[in-house]
């Protein structure tokens, strides 16, 4: 079964790159998309199998403006390796803060380019080198084909996205706040001085309104509307 179809019966990009990860046996698989080609790296969507609280660190400190990969994806049109990529100092730092992380970095990622402009990088990871080229170029026309789906899907999620912002009740926006900060539910809860139950609770409700399944995606979210 190819790839492609293998994504069929996903109802969301967020599922879809969670089944790729396992079919290509793979760490990590994240997806950007560039919302506006003519804006940079501004409020960018996207969908990850990395950890929220990575994924909370990483859109607070907007590291993307020091990101190799996505900075690389952003000047050209061609795929790549990670390993090919040139680091400046900002960007050794941004790496030394991915290992640290514990998140691989051995990676590919390609570039995807829609006749309307629109441009998205799809990017998969490992943390062990061993017959990476090899393991790439065995997938590499299921993996083109994959992207070009997923570029797809994920256009038609930030299209629905964009129809309406939610609005989040005071303490539902200063739950999500602090977990993008990457505070515990416990940490939130004497903060704010309210019961970690009541703090879930919140954060369940700021998550539903923001039509997220993980709270990654509700941070992320917020973040492309600049709510936190």
């Known amino acids: 079964m190819t790839l492609v179809r293998s994504m069929l019966p ?3 990009t ?3 790159i969670r089944i790729l990860r396992g079919l290509l046996r793979v760490d990590h698989v994240t997806l950007h998309m560039l919302n506006n080609p003519t804006t ?3 409020n960018p969507f996207v969908r990850t199998t990395y950890p929220e609280s990575w994924v909370s660190r990483y859109l607070l400190n ?4 020091a990101d190799p990969v996505l900075q690389r994806a952003q000047r050209g049109d061609e795929a790549f390796f990670w390993s090919e990529l040139v680091l400046d100092d ?3 730092r941004t790496m030394e803060e991915f290992v640290q992380a514990g998140l691989g970095t051995v990676g590919y990622s390609l570039v995807h380019i829609d006749p309307h402009g629109r441009k998205s990088v799809l990017s998969i990871s490992r943390a062990e080198p061993e017959d990476w080229e090899a393991h790439i170029d065995a997938h590499l026309s299921g993996l083109e084909q994959a992207h070009m789906d997923l ?3 994920a256009l038609a999620e930030a299209a629905a996205d964009a129809k309406g912002i939610p609005q989040l009740a005071p303490r539902e926006y200063e739950c999500l706040r602090f977990t993008a900060q990457g505070k515990t539910y416990s940490e939130i809860a004497i903060i704010l001085n309210l019961s970690e139950h009541t703090v879930r609770s919140y954060l369940k409700l700021a998550r539903v309104k923001l ?5 990654a995606q509700a941070v992320a979210k917020a973040v492309r509307y600049k709510m936190i």
């Open 10 to 12: 996903a109802n969301s």
């Open 14 to 16: 967020a599922e879809a």
């Open 40 to 42: 940079g790296m501004d």
């Open 62 to 65: 907007n590291m993307a403006v």
């Open 90 to 92: 900002n960007q050794v």
């Open 151 to 153: 570029h797809i899907k």
């Open 211 to 215: 039509n997220c399944v993980s709270l």
